[in-house]
């Protein structure tokens, strides 16, 4: 869903029921109320539709911010389990030697 048009139409609606409400307490008459409210719906539309286009931008600034920083982390992690696994394999190997040099040679008894 765009953010922008879903900002616009919420602006130009509280636009127009504050300038119909601003009206109605001001005792205008009926034409002249839902002409000033129509004009406010408008320019709040404008300026509503403004600010959806820069919340749209923050959002997505944001969220590739975020993706970063997980990539990071994933990668450092990745990088940890790889130096784990490469340190027990080269302790398994170093048993597996010792191992096999106790089965090919024993001690002599001296």
């Not at 609606?13 to 008459?29: K, P, R, W």
């Not at 923050?58 to 997980?70: L, M, Q, T, Y």
């Not at 790889?82 to 040099?101: C, D, G, I, R």
Request: glycine share 8%.
């Amino acid at each position: 869903m765009k953010l922008s048009p879903f900002i616009a139409g919420a602006f130009g609606i509280v636009g127009f029921v504050l300038a119909t409400l601003a009206g109605l307490t001001a005792d205008n008459t009926f034409e002249t109320i839902l002409w000033k409210a129509m004009m406010c719906a408008g320019v709040c539309y404008v300026v509503g539709y403004g600010v959806g286009l820069i919340c749209e931008q923050v959002a997505r600034e944001h969220g590739a911010a975020i993706a970063k920083k997980v990539a990071e982390a994933d990668t450092a992690e990745e990088l940890k389990r790889n130096e784990a696994l490469a340190k027990q394999a080269e302790e398994e190997k170093a048993q597996t030697s010792e191992a096999l040099m106790a089965e090919i040679a024993p001690p002599v008894k001296v």
